[in-house]
């Protein structure tokens, strides 16, 4: 098997069988972004608790890229402090621009293939930009020094 085929079979495993997909909760910081290219379509809920990613969970719809980006990057982000997230989101920008793939990133290098159709890369990154608002959001709220 090639990697690519290899690649494309962690995709369609994340698109038939999406981690953290459901409906958003009442609380948590509400993220939604829409790519006008593709139609897709996500919206992102967060959890933040001093300062580490507790939850992370989307709703959406739209092409395998952009769900399966989605799914992958819940499974990556629970349990990272904000800044490591952060640095996740810059890590697989970078990807699909082609810099190297970050270290430790598990299944989200199967995207690494999509840089070669650039129509597609807004699809891969789609989810992550919305984790990059929320996550700046999250820090906005828990820097304010008046925790409730
Ligand atoms: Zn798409």
């Known amino acids: 098997m090639q990697l690519e085929?290899?690649?494309s079979e962690i995709i369609l495993d994340h698109t038939r069988d999406p981690r953290n997909k459901r409906a958003p909760g009442?609380?948590?910081i509400r993220v939604h972004h829409?790519?006008?290219l593709c139609g897709d379509d996500i919206t992102l809920n967060l959890h933040v608790t001093d300062g580490t990613v507790t939850d992370l969970s989307f709703e959406g719809q739209g092409c395998s890229i952009s769900q399966a980006s989605a799914s992958m990057m819940t499974q990556a982000v629970k349990g990272l402090t904000t800044s490591q997230?952060?640095?996740l989101v810059v890590g697989v920008r970078d990807m699909m621009h082609g810099k190297p793939v970050p270290e430790g990133v598990g299944d989200i290098r199967?995207?690494?293939?999509?840089k070669r159709f650039p129509v597609?890369?807004?699809c891969a990154l789609l989810s992550w930009m919305a984790l990059a608002e929320a996550l700046g959001r999250a820090?906005?709220?828990e820097g304010s020094g008046n925790p409730s």
């Open 26 to 28: 009442p609380t948590g």
């Open 5 to 7: 085929d290899l690649y």
């Open 120 to 122: 597609r890369i807004k």
């Open 85 to 87: 997230a952060q640095a």
């Open 34 to 36: 829409h790519n006008d």
């Open 139 to 141: 820090d906005q709220s």
């Open 110 to 114: 199967a995207l690494e293939g999509v």
